[in-house]
Nanobody
């Protein structure tokens, strides 16, 4: 069973930047970042194709967040800039081993990390 371990969450001020990382213990295909704020549903943030050439972003983060991956080290990244208070949430890494495309729906992913907290203050 492949496991995912996230890191990089922190508390920052609005306008700041953070880089999240997620290391997979084995080979996975498409990967994604999701986030969940207290009392809200888990929403897709960004996803990336198995080969890293195709990405999908939620409208709320386009132009501010960049997803990337290093398949040699089985690591997924999320570079976040111009952070806003509404970005505050627990961020989860997700992966699947069934297909290469990069959907942004939670039901398409079967492997999940434990989450890393991002808090953005005004």
């Amino acid at each position: 069973q492949v496991q995912l371990v996230e890191s990089g969450g922190d508390s920052v001020q609005a306008g700041g930047s953070l880089r999240l990382s997620c290391v997979a213990s084995g080979t996975v295909h498409s990967m994604a970042w999701f986030r969940q704020a207290p009392g809200k549903e888990r929403d897709g943030v960004a996803s990336i194709h198995r080969d890293g050439t195709r990405t999908t972003y939620a409208d709320s983060v386009k132009g501010r967040f960049t997803i990337s991956r290093d398949n040699a080290s089985n690591t997924l990244y999320l570079q976040m800039s111009d952070l806003k208070p509404e970005d505050t949430a627990m961020y989860y890494c997700a992966a699947n081993r069934r297909f290469y495309d990069q959907p942004l729906a939670a039901n398409d992913y079967t492997i999940w990390g434990q989450g890393t907290q991002v808090t953005v203050s005004a």
